[in-house]
């Protein structure tokens, strides 16, 4: 045998060897570190909270007439004869700047339709010759529960709108065939005496998972 060979593969062993020592030091090293906890513990995540169920629910900021009485709950507000007397027509009274006057039993009544209560007067909706009717502009008797054709009697093109779906909210079936689709009501959104619909706090967007900066935390939640 190569003597010079014999030496050459003894050396290469003890250096072996030295670097398998040298790793179970590192290792040895390695765990009492991380026993003795030496980096500290990760924080833990944030807790993802969960998402406001108001955002959640579906249902109209308001119920129609048509879904109280689906509902089967009080309607005295609509019994407009309990206080008012048949064939004389309640008569509206104004102050000195010819603003609409609400008399206190009909307190909850806050009329702001348009700006500048453009359209206050309740004879532009309601038939005063038959209070428990509404009157749109073709004249043909409404009852509360069909006050849809009202509001389009004066708002065309938001009725249009509303009829091909870009205005209000459809819900039911894409297919027709499968079943019928469900419009909203113009009131299941707008109070018919102050319209205008209020601003609403936005949803949050989406939980990015991961930690941001406290200001981006913010508007992310
Ligand atoms: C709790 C009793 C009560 C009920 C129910 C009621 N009213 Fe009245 N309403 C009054 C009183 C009282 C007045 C003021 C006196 C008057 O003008 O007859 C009034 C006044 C009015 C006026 C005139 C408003 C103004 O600003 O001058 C209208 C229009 C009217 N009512 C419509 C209705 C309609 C429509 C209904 C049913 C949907 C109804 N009311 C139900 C008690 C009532
Ligand atoms: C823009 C049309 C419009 C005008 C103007 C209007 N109303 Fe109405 N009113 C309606 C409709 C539509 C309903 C039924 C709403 C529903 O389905 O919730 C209603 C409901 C009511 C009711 C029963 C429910 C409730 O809110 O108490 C009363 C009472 C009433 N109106 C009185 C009046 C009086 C008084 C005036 C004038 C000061 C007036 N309205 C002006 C459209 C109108
Ligand atoms: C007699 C006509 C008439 C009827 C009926 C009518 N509106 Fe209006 N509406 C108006 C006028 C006029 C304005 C004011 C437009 C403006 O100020 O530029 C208005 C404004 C509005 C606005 C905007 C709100 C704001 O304050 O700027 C909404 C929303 C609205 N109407 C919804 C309805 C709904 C819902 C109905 C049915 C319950 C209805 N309207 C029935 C005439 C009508
Ligand atoms: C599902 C709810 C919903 C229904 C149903 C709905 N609206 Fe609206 N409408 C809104 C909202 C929300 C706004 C406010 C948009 C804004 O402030 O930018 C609005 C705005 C309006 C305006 C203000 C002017 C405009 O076009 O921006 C009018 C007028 C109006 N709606 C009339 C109607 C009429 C008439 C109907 C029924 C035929 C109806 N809406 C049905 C939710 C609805």
């Known amino acids: 045998m190569d003597d010079r060979q014999h030496t050459g593969g003894l050396r290469n062993q003890t250096w072996a060897n030295l670097v398998l020592q ?14 003795l906890n030496l980096w500290g513990r990760q924080s833990p995540p944030h807790p993802i909270p969960p998402v406001d169920p108001a955002f959640l629910d579906t249902a109209t900021v308001r119920r129609s007439y048509a879904d109280l009485v689906r509902a089967q709950e009080d309607l005295s507000d609509f019994d407009c004869y309990t206080c008012h007397e048949k064939n004389k027509p309640p008569v509206l009274r104004y102050d000195a700047n ?47 529960a069909d006050s849809t054709p009202l ?43 102050s319209p205008k619909f209020p601003p609403r706090k936005p949803a949050p967007g989406p939980h990015l998972l991961h930690e941001t900066e406290p200001v981006a935390a913010e508007t992310a939640h």
């Not at 894409?174 to 079943?179: I, M, S």
């Open 151 to 193: 509001c389009g009697s004066c708002h065309g093109p938001t009725y249009r709108d509303w009829e091909a779906g870009a205005h209000g909210r459809i819900s039911g079936y894409w297919n027709r065939t499968l079943g019928s689709i469900k419009r909203q009501d113009c009131v299941n959104c707008h109070n018919p005496h």
């Open 22 to 35: 040298g790793l179970v030091v590192l290792f040895g090293m390695l765990t009492v570190a991380f026993l």
């Open 98 to 144: 010819q603003n609409l006057l609400i008399p206190p039993e009909h307190a909850d009544i806050v009329m702001g339709h348009g700006q500048h209560g453009r359209n206050n007067n309740c004879f532009n909706c309601h038939n005063e010759t038959n209070l428990e009717l509404l009157q749109p502009r073709d004249g043909r008797p409404l009852t509360f």
